[in-house]
């Protein structure tokens, strides 16, 4: 379940801040209302919304609908719920965009790691899971609103996507209330409503090797920012190698060559999406891609930490 920690409500017009934990995340909003009494009621809708479609989209429940779906679509289509359909057409787009680099059918090697408990799969259990990592399985028909795999052995993770389609939920939620300025952030998605009153929002992209210190900073107004890291969940194998969970496709073994991704645009599902797929093409052929997505820009540090920006951004100026 979602948990609620809010600051003391106003008693006029302020900004506002709410946070607490879903989807095994951190959720934080902070926004202005001229209207006071609908601040509790905001907070609490935003955070309802991450806990439902948690209950729709995880793949650690076994009463989700996505699991549902990975038990049953080898075996015929199986109908799904409008949200789940939303976000599974939106995953195979960027798995087409990026020739598979994001693969929403990656679970069947995903599954295999376990990072708390400092596990990875052997080469045979890697080779296995692969045979069944294609995103091209996953059939979807609009008409009936049903979800179909063609091979047995598929199993789709939205982990990658998901977080970035609720948090466009939850900033309609906000506007619903009449709300114009916001910041809402899930993990690595944050989505700006507005700026904030009169002055950019300011974003930090993080230091990959510095919990501390931030990389650069960003002035922003009414984007979405997500960025994927290799610092997010990871453990150190026996060879002080680092063992990270953006996953490539191809090869199934943690993506090299690149720290961290950020991606901005106009909303936080193809941010979301587009931070893996960038991630895992690297910086030459992720930066090729984005250049040719129109209102998509990437700030990507390699794993040399040198700085790359998209066409469309401008690197800061040095001291």
């Known amino acids: ?118 596990q ?18 996953v059939v979807l028909d609009p008409s009936a609103n049903t979800v179909r795999f063609l091979d047995e052995g598929v199993r789709l993770d939205l982990g990658g996507i998901a977080k970035g389609y609720t948090v466009d939920r939850g900033i309609d939620i ?26 950019p929002w300011i974003v930090g992209i993080r230091d990959p090797r510095s919990e501390s210190r931030n990389a650069m900073v960003l002035p922003l107004t009414n984007v979405a920012v997500s960025t994927s890291g290799d610092y997010e969940r990871f453990f150190f194998d026996d060879n ?15 993506a090299k060559g690149v720290q961290s991704v950020t991606i901005l645009g106009d909303d936080s599902i193809t941010t979301d999406g587009l931070s893996t797929a960038v991630f895992v093409l690297g910086a030459a052929k992720g930066l090729e891609m984005v250049n040719r997505l129109k209102g998509i820009d990437a700030v990507i540090i390699d794993e040399q930490r040198q700085v790359h920006y998209s066409d469309g951004l401008m690197p800061p100026e040095r001291e």
Do not use: C
């Open 174 to 199: 906000l506007k619903s209330f009449g709300i114009r300025h916001a910041r809402l952030s899930a993990g690595g998605d944050l989505r700006l409503l507005g700026d904030k009153r009169g002055k």
């Open 120 to 137: 990875q799969p052997s080469d045979e259990e890697l080779a296995e899971g692969l045979a069944k990592v294609n995103y091209r399985s």
């Open 1 to 118: 379940m979602a948990t609620l920690l809010t600051v003391a409500m106003p008693a006029q017009a302020e900004w506002v801040r709410v946070s607490g934990t879903a989807m095994t995340t951190a959720i934080e909003m902070e926004f202005w209302t001229e209207d006071p009494a609908v601040a509790s009621e905001a907070g609490d809708a935003v955070l309802a919304l991450f806990d439902r479609i948690d209950r729709q989209m995880s793949r650690y429940r076994e009463d989700s609908e996505l699991s549902r779906v990975n038990r049953e679509a080898a075996n015929g289509p199986v109908e799904v719920s409008d949200s789940l359909f939303t976000v599974l057409q939106q995953a195979l787009r960027i798995s087409e965009l990026s020739h598979g680099a994001f693969d929403i059918s990656f679970g069947s090697i995903g599954y295999l790691y376990d990072f708390r408990a400092r």
């Open 240 to 254: 002080n190698e680092r063992v990270h969970h953006i996953l490539s496709p191809a090869t199934g073994k943690p």
